[in-house]
């Protein structure tokens, strides 16, 4: 087998080892791949493995080896999935390995929004500790999460990971999925309508997918239902805000602060309005970036083509004719 890895570089910068995929065949990897080199690069494989290059059908069309596409990631819209199936080509990809890592990302930048830590060690590092008059300072309020709203939109793997360290930190938890919950315990509660989590939330954390109705959920209007103390955290997918209506909303104070992994364009070029606004702070799509996270999904990742090879394939998502 022909295996081509198209933009490996982000999920192996070098710390990881690539022979479990060596072993699978004969094997190209390049660290990244620009959209009109993708044909050329793709022409001769069997098995094409991909992050964020995207598939289109135009392109899948011409590639009249293509066995089996697998995607490094959970999300796979890169890929046209229709085109794909029409030719019989598996697509694969790795749910719930970084399940964990942005649970924690989430709490990184909540922590963060009301501790002010980066910027206190800052201002450390700047001598302002040094010059004070007195043996502490802080330049923000400083919250503490216990007794306060965890508003969690999504309640899968990853909301579920949220929502026991919220526990943890004696934080009081309300959710919207669209799948009636029964296996929550005390201090979760699920609502029904997702304007309770921006009206009632000290914290609202996004977990849900990226689909037409959750497109844009993060809105002017919702925006006004929150508490003007209440942080956004989203470590999700960048689409499921709108952008500009979240920058008004920081600007003017009608919000406290907002916590983001993820932006409706990657990278953002330098016009982007959240990049300026007050109390926004923006981490590079990092959430998922863990070492372990990405020592799991290279293992399924393997396994995968593995179950392929054996014809006994596992994380399908395009039912084939």
Not at 125 to 149: A, H, Q, R, V
Not at 166 to 192: C, H, L, P, W
Not at 202 to 231: F, G, R, W
Request: glycine share 6%.
């Amino acid at each position: 087998m022909n295996i081509v890895v198209l933009d490996g570089y982000t999920l192996n910068p070098g710390d990881l080892s690539w022979d479990g995929l060596y072993e699978l065949g004969d094997c190209t990897i390049y660290d990244r791949t620009l959209p009109d080199e993708i044909i050329e690069r793709s022409l001769e494989a069997d098995i094409l493995l991909l992050n964020k290059v995207i598939l289109s059908g135009d392109i899948i069309e011409k590639l009249h080896n293509l066995k089996y596409i697998g995607v490094l990631a959970t999300g796979y819209n890169i890929v046209d999935i229709e085109a794909a199936t029409k030719k019989n080509i598996p697509v694969t990809n790795v749910p719930t390995y970084g399940t964990l890592s942005v649970a924690q990302t989430a709490f990184a930048h909540l922590l963060n929004l009301t501790q002010r830590v980066a910027h206190h060690a800052h201002t450390v590092s700047y001598g302002k500790w040094s010059m004070s008059k007195d043996f502490c300072y802080w330049d923000f309020p400083l919250i503490e999460l216990e007794g306060l709203t965890m508003g969690i939109i999504g309640f899968g793997k990853i909301g579920r990971a949220v929502t026991k360290i919220a526990r943890a930190f004696d934080m009081n938890v309300i959710f919207y999925d669209i799948t009636k919950q029964t296996d929550i315990s005390e201090g979760i509660k699920q609502v029904n309508n997702p304007d309770d989590i921006f009206s009632d939330s000290d914290v609202i954390s996004l977990h849900c997918p990226l689909t037409e109705k959750t497109k844009q959920i993060v809105n002017a209007q919702k925006l006004k239902l929150m508490k003007k103390s209440a942080y956004l955290i989203n470590t999700s997918r960048g689409p499921l805000i709108d952008e500009e209506a979240l920058a008004e909303a920081l600007n003017s104070g009608q919000i406290a602060g907002a916590g983001l992994d993820v932006l409706m364009e990657e990278p953002p070029t330098f016009e982007n309005i959240l990049l300026s606004a007050q109390n926004c702070f923006i981490t590079p799509h990092i959430s998922w970036a863990t070492s372990a996270a990405r020592m799991r999904l290279m293992e399924t990742v393997i396994d995968n083509i593995k179950c392929f090879l054996l014809n006994k394939p596992q994380n399908i998502v395009n039912n084939q004719s």
